[in-house]
């Protein structure tokens, strides 16, 4: 008997802007090297070294809308490039997660509004790891802390942590007195930095991967640094 194989559309992609990031080639979204993707309920993120490109497939969305495309500020003198890319879901609200080869976490909202950036270690951010509930195609995902993966370090960030700070950007942003841009340089500070725990893994060679599988750290890594939001 044939085998059958069971699978469900979610949506259609395709579109002009994707000629940027190589479409058109054959294995073009499997075989490039650069072009990073992220997989979300409702969206696809693709990014190249320096720009992000944002699809949205839900229900009622506008297949000849203009789509959302994200150019961070990067570093010309260090030949900074996008390295990292994955969703962050905290109930309703998603974000997107950059990070970058000179070690920042850059957050955007949908719109690609710069939400925060910080720096996490020097080095490259080679991926962002999400551990979460309700990780299914069908369901959104709360995400309960972040893993940011470089080749000597990892970081881990708290999901209540992100959250909240989501929630102070989002109520100051629609706040009736906002009425002025923000500098983007000033992003950092204006929700002070956000915690997070950095082990040093470097003793035991270079780190390609990793994910945190519990509330305890493993028991292996050594303990080097953590950071507390400052005070305002």
Not at 107 to 122: A, D, E, N, T
Request: hydrophobic share 40%; net charge negative.
């Amino acid at each position: 008997m044939a085998s059958r194989n069971n699978m469900t559309e979610l949506g259609c992609v395709a579109c002009d802007d994707l000629v940027e990031f190589g479409a058109g080639r054959e294995g073009w979204l499997v075989d490039s090297p650069s072009l990073l993707t992220a997989l979300d309920t409702h969206s696809i993120a693709l990014a190249n070294r320096s720009v992000v490109l944002v699809i949205d497939w839900s229900d009622g969305s506008d297949p000849s809308a203009p789509r959302v495309k994200i150019r961070p500020t990067l570093s010309p003198i260090e030949a900074e490039f996008i390295s990292a890319i994955e969703w962050l879901v905290f109930d309703d609200v998603r974000v997107l997660a950059l990070g970058t080869s000179c070690g920042y976490l850059l957050i955007y909202s949908l719109q690609g509004v710069l939400i925060h950036k910080q720096i996490v270690s020097p080095g490259r951010i080679v991926k962002l790891r999400v551990r979460g509930t309700k990780r299914d195609l069908t369901e959104d995902t709360s995400s309960e802390e972040i893993c940011v993966v470089m080749h000597g370090v990892i970081a881990r960030f708290d999901g209540s942590d992100i959250q909240s700070m989501l929630k102070r950007w989002f109520q100051e942003t629609h706040s009736q007195f906002w009425n002025q841009k923000r500098d983007p340089d000033e992003t950092e500070h204006s929700y002070g930095r956000l915690p997070y725990q950095l082990w040093n893994v470097s003793k035991y060679g270079s780190c390609a991967d990793a994910a945190i599988t519990g509330i305890m750290p493993p028991p292996l890594m050594e303990l080097q640094v953590i950071t507390y939001a400052a005070q305002s």
